[in-house]
Structures are given as C-alpha cells and as structure tokens.
C-alpha cells in the first residue's frame, strides 16, 4: 500500500508541459536567431586564433578567447580547470610518388594526428596497395616488410548517417600503422576517411600499440588517392619518398577547460552540462570541429541572461580541452565532478558540427528519456524529429563511466560533415549562421526543458 | 449488400508495404548515392551553360545541355515541348548613393527582375527610407513624390522555416514599384530578400501594375543596406543617382520544356510527373535554384534505368522552362496534357534547392496522402520525417488548377536556401554532392511507392 501510494504521488508530481513552455521555446527562438553572437564568436576563434591543437601555444590563446567570450556572456561564475594534456607536433612534412611509375611527384597529404615522423630521415621505398584489413591480413609478412602499405579502404557513400560511414572506415586510421610494421612495414599512406569529391586530405587520430614500431602514417585526400589507386592497378612499381618531422612531445602540457555557470535558483546543487571541445587539429580552423560546438554551449549562457530566464537547476557550459587526442579535458570535469560529490543529472554534447539540428540523441534509460520525449510536439516547429539516435559523446562520456549521469548529444544533418572533418576546409566559410544558431536553439531549449521538470 | 461487397474488395486490392519495398529503397538509394551523375550533371550545367534567363541564348543552350543530359540518363523517349517566353534584360545597370551625405559611392547591387529601366537617362534625387507598407502608406504623396524609395523591410530570421519568411518578405520585391510610382516615387530600392549576413544583392521577379508608370527598382545586400540605413537614419540628405538598361524584349521568344519518359508496363496511361525548372535568373549559375532540381529530375530516370527497375505507371522528368518570370513552361505542359486527355495521377517539384531532404510536401487529398504515407516508416532510415508541409510548387501548379492533378514537393532543409537565392553566390560550389543525391533518393522512391500502388 505505501508503495502504491508513493506511484501514485509520483504521477501526481509528474511534470505537464503547458502553453508557456511553448512560448519559452520561442523566446528561446526568437533571441538566438535574432540576437546570438554566436556566429560573430566563431569567427573570431576561427580568424584570430585558428587552429589549436591541445598543448600548442594556439590552445592558450584559445583558452583565453574562451575565458573573454565566455565572461561576455554573462554567467554568474567563469572558471579555467586544469587538464595536463600531450602535445603533438607536425613539422615538416612531404611526400612524393612515382604516379605514373616514372618521376617522383609531390603530392598533397597530411601526417595523421599522432603519427611519428621520420626521425631526420627520408624513407624511400615500394608502395603496396590493399583494399582492406581482409586483403591486408592474407599478405604473407614477405609482401609487406620493407614496403610503404597503401590502404585504399573507401569511405561508404551508401551509408545515409554518415557517422555509421565513418565508424566503419575509420578503423583504417587507427588500426593501420600497427598493423602493418607488425609485419614489417616501413610507413603507411591511407585514403582518408572523407566523403569528400574533392582533394582535401584528413587527418584525425592514430594509435600505436604499445610494442609495435611507430612507423609514420600519412592521408591522402581522394583525388589524390584514385591516383595512387590506378597507378598501383597499372602494374608499374610504384615508389613513395616521405618525410616527416611528427613527433609527440615529450612532456604533457598544463591547459584548461572553459566553464561558466549560472546557478539553479531551485535546486543549485542539481547541475546541467552542456559542452562542444576547443581544442582542434592543426589544420583549418577547427569551424565545424569543434568551435561550433563552443559557441553554441557559450550562446545558451548568453541567451538565458539575456532573457532573464532563471533556471531552477544549475546550468554549466563547458569547452573541453583535448577531445582530438586525449580526451584529459573530460576526464578532468568528471573527476573534479567525482571528488566533490557534485549532483549532474544530464551532461549534452554539441560536436557534430553546426549543420542544421535534426534531432536530439540519447545515452539514458528510457524512463529519463520519456521524460523529455514529453516535450517531443513543442519541437516539431524547430524540424527537430529525430530522437531515434543513441547519442552521447567523447567528453561527456566520463560523466556516464565514472558518476553514471544521462547523456544527450545534439544530432545536426551529417552530409557535409566528413567532407570537412579534419582537413584544411574547416573553416568558418563553411558554417552557415543560421544552421549554426539554430544548434544552439535546440540545445538552450533541451536545458530547460531538463531544469524544469528535473530528470529522475 | 453490393456496396459492402465492393467495400471489401477495395480493402482486399489496398496496396501492402512489404520488405521487398524496403529493399527496393535501398536499391535506389545505393544505387544513387554510389553511382548517380547528377553531380557532374550540374557542373556541366553551371560552368559550362552558366545562369541561363528565359528567351536568352543561355537558355538555349540549356535545352540543348537538358535534351543531351535526359537521352544520356536512358528514358524511352526525349522530347522538347515548344513555350513561348519572355525574355527580359538586364544590360549595365549601377547605382551610387552619398552614403556619408558627401560624396557619391557606387554600391553593389542588382535590378530586380523585369523591372524598367531608366532609358537611357540617369536618376538622380533624394532617397526616403520607410521600414514597410505600413510606414509608406502613412506617408502624404508630398513626401514621395520625385525622390527614390528606400524600402527597409527586413527578413524576419525568427521564422525558423525560411519560406515563411520569404513569403513575408517577398511583397516589397512585387509590390512596391508600383506602390511607390503611384505616389509619384522616381526609382525604388529594396532591402533584398535575404537571410544572408553579406552583401549579396538577391534579384527576383518584381510587377508592375498596367496602370501605373513603371519605374526602375533595385535591391541591396543586407550589408549595403545596412549602410544605407544608417545613412538615412543620420538625417543628413541622402542622395541616389542610378541608370540601367533593363528593359522586357518586346517579342517572345520560342524556348522549351525537355521531358524524358519512361513508359509504364502496367499503366502505361497513368503519368506520375516529376520536375525541376531549367531556366534561371541571370546571376550565379543558378545552382541551387534550379540546377539542382533539374540533375535530380534527369537522376531518377538514369537510377531506374540502371537498376532495371520497370515502374508500373509512366514516369516523366521535366525540366520546365520559364519558372522564373512567367511559368509559361509549367503552363505549356498542363496545357498539352489537357488537351492530350492525359491521366496524370501525381505531379512533384523539386525546386526548393539541393540541400539534405528532410520531408515531402503535399497538395492533395487526407486519402491520397495517407496512401503515400503508408510508406512512411520506410523512409525513416533516409531522415524523410517531414510530412507536415502543404508542398507543390509554381511549375506543376497548373496541373492541380486545370487538371485537378495531386501534387508534391521534395522538402529540403531550408536553413541556407535565402542566402543565395536569386544572388551572384548561387553556384556550383555552394551545393552538396551528397545532399543533391539524396534528394533525388528521396525523390525516386517517392515515384517508385506512387507508381506500384497508384493513387486513388
């Protein structure tokens, strides 16, 4: 009886979505369309301070416009948290084929993200082509050793989510450089993971395992690698030349994440995160990867001042040091998270880029998610109707493994994005500032959707 | 007794999705997604024919380029269906205003389409700025009469579907010429119809009224309009001095619509249309608006064809000609249909630009809608989740007012579309490959459902 009563009072206090919520949509709506700076903060993080790739002296720039343009928008309280993050280099870098199997040809590429270099050397040697880990694997190692492996694995155009696309290829780039120096390989060249028409390489990163050589790994975009693909199916002797002076630096670097907060007016202790990742790759400007995501998590601050909004939970938006290789920034806000006992009950991640939001994507229970489902019609105006994604993401992820809260992550359209994922196209050209705004529309009106109702 | 019987023998012959129609999505996507030419159709069009306005030697060449690109794609049977359109010209045009009160600076604009021009004669008086009909209408003819009308009406970027906005914004291009002249304005600038926070200035078709005195009308990008603005709102006296050569031909010119068909095994009578509009305005390349909807058209015809894919009923792709400043295609092919007796069932659009399908639009009955929608678990994996909107569009429209024929329309995301439409910027560059495949996706299975089940 006492447990039928306690149901009952928990249907009685079941939160109801009325008109004003709708309207709080759209004021919501109306102030970030009409009012965000939003789009004027990307461009200045991507014209002043460009690319940064964690532990560079561009990251402590960035950790600086982030701490300015965060205070800007005018949250009760800004504060950097130390992450001690690796710092990987590029140098120089080049390579040269033999694509018609005569003269060496320079061609456009990039070292993948945490690849050795060459050691001061050039290596010059064979370049052997395979289709995938399948043909890869059935090589004797006396086909292998000693050769450059060029893995021509294509990106799937069929995939219509194209993060299931990249999921799929991008096994290459992680997978391949240990893969082939177990064998005896020299260096590895990979056909990016890009769904590109075009010649933009991508980087992205790799991993070595821990006993394997670290022998360099570089991309080609795919212009570039449908030419190595038919000179290798000529049956010329294709050679590479490549150097390269990657290297990871030898000590980690003191850095920071960003994060403002506004406190709950209700219940303070109840915390909501929202965050995209500031550091970028080393090439672009890191638009869509993620300083998107960063201008959005600062809009929702700025929004909610703006409008007088008072949350009963506490809101925090964060910009997360480190997501390319390393993820120290997450890691660090879940820890501090743990050690001080806080009480998160939703953590959103915005990187996927400032396309035009489509839906909202889950990593909770379905009770939690029903919860915010109620809000499901009050979306239908803003084109957000699809909640069938499992969606979490890399800096939030801790916040599940170590404390268990709920994740969501924004889901933007995907078409355009790993054409530019990673290359030097990331730039802020690329965003459309409606697409852009729009995001972070969505995300201000998921938070308060949460900070309304609580999420149990 | 009867009526039941042939109630239930209606139910018995209702059409049942079953898996092999999933798999035949798939086909079709896999098969466009993979393989399609439509990219490469488009490049042709735009850097090889360019913007290409009804009557002009460009658009002649674009039927040329429709008629090769629709015999390429496979169909039964190509054919040219003859429409006599305008041809209107734009010629040099220019305009400086004394944007700081001294002296003249010549600004980036463009006529609006069909206007008059200043025959020969430069204008040059005082501009007045009002923010809308309401505000001009206020004022007395003293205050209108022989200066330049600023027409300051801002897109609204609160509407969160741009075509609300558009349609909001769309009566200062059509209506204030001959509102202006009735009070005896000489000229009239526009702030463009534009989501764009740049300085494209977006043509566009303006009317006059018979009765009233033509005068020459122009449209600024939001930038320059900006200016302009805060010129006029300076209150020093802002002077305009502007000439162009504008003028409608006064002879129309024979042009035509290029249809390919592929005929139907079962139904051959029964025609499902589907069309995009060859002509353009006389920037950009007209990429968006409509190459797009035209390689899309020719798409789905070279899809089936590849895929062997027989369709019960007829299938037609059109590439309209005239959308743009007479609609004398979409008026021609109604026209032969009527007097041909032809049994359309379904005629779509797509003319809403190549951008990531998010929906289809409906013009026709709760019954026959709810036939296509049986459908539309199917199309979830494809993100088609839209099927809220009333959708046709100006090319097919004569279908439903003279033929009573039901209509659709392909819904892409809108969020860029008034960015570049009708500008300088609507090129080649500024669409997708992989969201102009998908459109044609979504477009073709679309015809495929229609055409196995009909539509009653």
């Known amino acids: 009886m006492k447990i039928r009563l306690l149901s009952f009072l928990a249907l009685l206090s079941a939160y109801t979505v009325t008109a ?5 949509f759209r004021k919501i709506s109306n102030e970030i369309m009409m009012h965000s700076t939003c789009y004027e903060n990307l461009r200045v993080l991507c014209k002043t301070v460009g690319n940064r790739i964690s532990g560079s002296p561009a990251a402590a720039k960035a950790v600086e416009w982030g701490n300015k343009a965060m205070k800007e ?22 390579l040269y084929l033999t694509l018609d199997g005569g003269a060496y040809q320079k061609v456009t590429m990039t070292s993948l993200g945490n690849s050795e270099g060459t050691g001061g050397k050039v290596i010059n040697a064979p370049v052997i082509m395979v289709r995938d880990f399948d043909e890869f694997n059935a090589l004797p190692e006396s086909a292998v050793r000693g050769k450059v492996v060029f893995f021509n694995y294509r990106f799937r155009q069929d995939f219509i989510f194209t993060f299931n696309g990249y999921g799929d290829a991008v096994k290459y780039r992680g997978g391949s450089p240990s893969a082939a120096a177990k064998k005896g390989a020299v260096a590895v060249i990979i056909r990016s993971m890009s769904t590109g028409e075009d010649d933009f390489p991508h980087t992205g990163g790799t991993h070595y395992k821990d006993s394997i050589k670290k022998i360099p790994a570089m991309a080609l975009g795919n212009k570039t690698a449908d030419k190595l693909e038919a000179a290798c199916k000529s049956g010329k002797r294709i050679m590479a030349k490549l150097s390269s002076e990657c290297h990871m630096m030898p000590d980690m670097v003191r850095s920071y994440n960003v994060i403002g907060e506004i406190k709950g007016t209700e219940h303070p202790e109840r915390i909501i995160t929202v965050g995209g990742h500031l550091d970028s790759w080393d090439i672009g400007e890191g638009a869509q990867d993620d300083g998107a995501g960063c201008v959005q998590s600062i809009e929702i601050i700025r929004a909610f001042k703006a409008l007088g909004l008072k949350p009963k939970c506490t809101i925090r938006a964060v910009l997360f040091m480190n997501e390319e290789n390393g993820q120290k920034g997450g890691q660090a806000y879940a820890d501090s998270a743990k050690s001080k006992n806080e009480h998160h009950i939703l953590a959103i991640e915005t990187d996927a880029g400032g396309f035009s939001p489509r839906g909202i994507g889950f990593e909770m229970g379905q009770a939690q998610k029903d919860q915010i ?32 809260v709920p994740l969501a992550g924004l889901l933007p359209d995907c078409q355009r994005y790993f054409d530019i994922h990673h290359t030097g196209n990331d730039i802020f050209e690329n965003v459309n500032h409606r697409e852009l705004k729009l995001g972070a529309v969505v995300l201000a009106q998921l938070i308060w959707t949460v900070s309304e109702q609580g999420l149990n």
């Open 373 to 404: 489902l109620k809000f499901k019609d009050l979306w239908q105006p803003y084109g957000i109707l699809d909640f069938s994604h499992d969606e979490g993401g890399s800096d939030i992820d801790p916040m599940r493994t170590k404390l268990g």
């Open 73 to 94: 928008a005018g949250p009760d309280r800004v504060w950097l948290q130390p992450a001690d993050v690796p710092y990987w280099y590029r140098g120089k870098e080049s």
């Open 20 to 24: 004003q919520d709708s309207l709080t």
